[in-house]
């Protein structure tokens, strides 16, 4: 309770910082949204060009990039900060965060209010509204709850692949370059249907880098497409479970890995 | 100024880069992939479609590719050089640029045109790759092919004087990460490098023609793929040559308006 007490004032005093640059605080909440506008544009553009997109409705696609900006937003408000934690490291921050009576996970998360997630969740709510309001599918309880579990699951995946990064920038901290390229990527190709790609680009997207599950699959599992997405239903459908299971076994390889972490000085 | 002292300032990010494998392997990588991954894109999107907004399958995944390796000119991991100006401006360092015997602009230009040859031996590199696997189509003509060549150095001479523009800005709002990350979104959106401005609407298209985004990579990668025909390049090059000019004069009004502005130490 009294971690909780006392991240509540830090994240306050975050926040009171942040709008200490007025016109930074607004240009970053606009970047939020606007970061999240590029990619509904973008996948507006190809809806309209290029209808039946994989053999998916264009209600149905909205589903998916609605599905993955939400969880976006929420990781990006809850856990994002592990992202671009590279710096931190090189600088010798997190030095300090290894002496004080406070979880370095914790504190690293607590570092700064991330200003754009309000830009962001804005901009998910309102695309999901958008989709659910073009959906024809009849939103049981069933249904909607499935929805929410791939948001939290999707969230939680996208944190998983981001503190993996982070552990091993403990270790190489030029690793962060690769959290920037997985920002790109999911951006890119998270946000429609991944069988218009080849089978091994959607295998590699899957199995490699496992972007498909964040929010391609529980759409999939939505929306009736589950059993074509070239995996077997049920891996398919347990997609937020698995977003679940990854995010913890990023925290005990983060945990591993700042056990071994040694910073300048040995 | 001596060409040697313009050397040794051009060339500290290419040996920045040169001795960071992981850095230059994982550049290398991303590429690949990227390039693998947006020809897919475009190859499945065109699967079941002849020709869309006037471009050709192959058009469309020459565009795209090639917009994916104009990018590297300019996608150097420049916080980790640690010689921005928002980090010059955080540390207080600025002020020694401002105490060399080499002028604070002519130091930025050089260091940004070394980053520009570098990311230029990147996307040659990439491009001859992508040419000989027939993931890219060549230029019609070896007229095609110049004017494509002399478009880019424009576009890319724009780029050079809008990313200028944004630096600048720390000398007035000391911060400028969101207008930095405005500005990639903006480049991204408006330059074409999402999908071609052809793609989007017609008030969209004109909405770019007003703002120099469009010149910095849509225009030269128009002319390579044909959607601008040669008989139509005139135009598009005085347009990106005004681009050029506009900007110049405006950066080095913010030049001299910076330099009376310089916080260090407190100020």
Redesign the interface.
């Known amino acids: 309770m009294k971690t909780v007490r006392l991240a509540w004032r830090i994240t306050r005093l975050n926040f009171r910082a942040q709008l200490e640059y007025r016109s930074e605080f607004l240009m970053m909440v606009a970047i939020g949204a606007v970061w999240q506008v590029s990619v509904i544009v973008f996948a507006t553009v190809l809806l309209t060009r290029f209808s039946g997109m994989g053999g998916w409705d264009s209600s149905d696609v909205l589903l998916i990039p609605a599905t993955r900006m939400l969880a976006h937003g929420l990781f990006v408000l809850f856990l994002g900060r592990m992202h671009g934690i590279g710096y931190f490291i090189q600088e010798g921050k997190i030095d300090v965060c290894l002496v004080r009576p406070m979880s370095v996970h914790l504190q690293v998360q607590l570092r700064m209010f991330p200003t754009n997630a309000i830009g962001d969740l804005t901009v998910a709510v309102g695309l999901m509204v958008g989709a659910l309001s073009r959906s024809d599918l009849d939103w049981t309880a069933g249904r909607t709850s499935y929805l929410i579990a791939a948001v939290l699951g999707g969230m939680f995946l996208e944190a998983a692949l981001f503190t993996a990064v982070a552990s091993a920038a403990l270790r190489f901290p030029a690793a962060d370059y690769w959290g920037r390229w997985l920002e790109e990527l999911l951006g890119t190709f998270g946000s429609y249907p991944l069988n218009v790609l080849p089978k091994a680009v959607g295998g590699l997207l899957t199995y490699g880098l496992p972007l498909a599950f964040v929010a391609y699959f529980p759409a999939a599992v939505l929306t009736g497409h589950g059993h074509s997405t070239g995996v077997p239903y049920w891996l398919a459908a347990v997609s937020p479970l698995l977003g679940l299971l990854a995010y913890l076994g990023s925290r005990l390889l983060w945990r591993w890995s700042l056990g071994h972490y040694t910073g300048v000085n040995g | 100024m001596a060409v040697p002292t313009a050397w040794r300032a051009a060339r500290v990010t290419p040996l920045g880069e040169l001795h ?1 494998p ?2 230059m392997t ?2 290398l990588l ?1 590429l690949a992939v ?1 390039v ?2 947006v020809a ?2 475009w ?7 002849g020709t ?2 006037g471009l050709t399958r192959d058009q469309a995944v020459t565009y795209a590719v090639l917009a994916v390796l104009a990018s590297r000119l300019r996608a150097l ?1 420049q ?2 050089g640690r010689d921005t100006v928002i980090q010059h401006m955080h540390f207080g360092t600025i002020v020694y640029w401002y105490l060399r015997p080499l002028s604070p602009q002519r130091y930025y230009a050089l260091r940004a045109l070394g980053e520009q040859l570098y990311g230029l031996a990147w996307a040659l590199t990439g491009y001859t790759v992508c040419l000989w696997t027939a993931v890219v189509t060549p230029p019609r003509s070896a007229a095609v092919a110049a004017v494509f060549a002399l478009s880019l150095l424009l576009g890319q001479w724009i780029l050079y004087y809008v990313m200028l523009a944004i630096d600048q800005l720390c000398f007035f ?3 400028n ?3 930095m ?2 500005l990639v ?1 903006a480049q ?2 408006l330059s074409g490098v ?2 071609p401005l052809w ?2 609407p017609d008030w969209f298209v004109t909405l770019s023609a007003f703002l120099p985004f469009q010149a910095t990579l849509s225009v030269p990668l128009s002319l390579y793929v044909g959607r601008i025909p040669l008989s139509d390049a005139g135009p598009a090059l005085l347009v990106q040559a005004v681009w050029v000019m506009v900007l110049a004069l405006f950066t080095r009004l913010a030049w001299r308006l910076a330099a009376r502005r310089v916080i260090s130490q407190g100020g």
């Open positions: 960071t992981p850095r994982a550049a991303r990227q693998g991954l897919s894109l190859r499945g999107l065109y699967a079941h479609t869309t907004a991991d916080y980790a709002t000391v911060r990460s969101a207008a990350l405005i979104f991204n959106l999402y999908a793609f989007f």
